[in-house]
T-cell receptor, first 116, second 112 residues
Framework: DAGVIQSPRHEVTEMGQEVTLRCKPISGHNSLFWYRQTMMRGLELLIYFNNNVPIDDSGMPEDRFSAKMPNASFSTLKIQPSEPRDSAVYFC??????????????FGPGTRLTVL | QKEVEQNSGPLSVPEGAIASLNCTYSDRGSQSFFWYRQYSGKSPELIMFIYSNGDKEDGRFTAQLNKASQYVSLLIRDSQPSDSATYLCAVGGSSNTGKLIFGQGTTLQVKP
């Protein structure tokens, strides 16, 4: 299995620009998670989907962030407009089951975002 | 109080020694406990999980869980330089949150 696939691996953009991060979960997995990792705040859950449906977006920092999962094989996390404080590593993870606190989550390689 | 707390370290041990990594959590209803390893610049990868009180062994790794004390630990026997990484404790399965909550991680350095 190819594992969780994320693109791009690195993104450098200027403040105010739109950023779109992409994720392909492991085939057959039913849950998808978007995390953000910074030195100050560690690994934070932004949003997760069960069977393509957003279940909990309470971790999304503000309206500038949005996420979609149009089908079982693809999800996007969009930041519009981007700000320097959004600079972080964004991880996508997936799991087979639909219990977010119980099932093993498998992480993608991450996207390192730098907003200048 | 943070939901999942870990000493950030670094924890430095000599090669061949036992490394002991600790984690405490605040939600008494938590049911699932995971240890992830993260090398610098890489993504977290699962080492092991534990659901029941007591010890669970997998090769050189042993996870220990004490729900009454809200404490989970990871022991690494015969530590190797390749074990040098950040170890993330993750706690979940609570009816309160339902989500997996990660600690800040403990950085382990194994010196040859």
């Amino acid at each position: 299995d190819a594992g969780v696939i994320q693109s791009p691996r690195h993104e450098v953009t200027e403040m105010g620009q739109e950023v779109t991060l992409r994720c392909k979960p492991i085939s057959g997995h039913n849950s998808l998670f978007w995390y953000r990792q910074t030195m100050m705040r560690g690994l934070e859950l932004l949003i997760y989907f069960n069977n393509n449906v957003p279940i909990d977006d309470s971790g999304m920092p503000e309206d500038r962030f949005s996420a979609k999962m149009p089908n079982a094989s693809f999800s996007t996390l969009k930041i519009q407009p981007s700000e320097p404080r959004d600079s972080a590593v964004y991880f996508c993870a997936s799991s087979f089951g639909t219990a977010p606190g119980t099932d093993t989550q498998y992480f993608g390689p991450g996207t390192r975002l730098t907003v200048l | 109080q943070k939901e999942v707390e870990q000493n950030s370290g670094p924890l430095s041990v000599p090669e061949g020694a036992i490394a002991s990594l600790n984690c405490t959590y605040s939600d008494r209803g938590s049911q699932s406990f995971f240890w992830y390893r993260q090398y610098s610049g890489k993504s977290p990868e699962l080492i092991m999980f534990i659901y029941s009180n007591g010890d669970k062994e997998d090769g050189r790794f042993t996870a220990q869980l004490n729900k009454a004390s809200q404490y989970v630990s990871l022991l690494i026997r015969d530590s190797q330089p390749s074990d040098s990484a950040t170890y993330l404790c993750a706690v979940g399965g609570s009816s309160n949150t339902g989500k997996l909550i990660f600690g800040q991680g403990t950085t382990l350095q194994v010196k040859p």
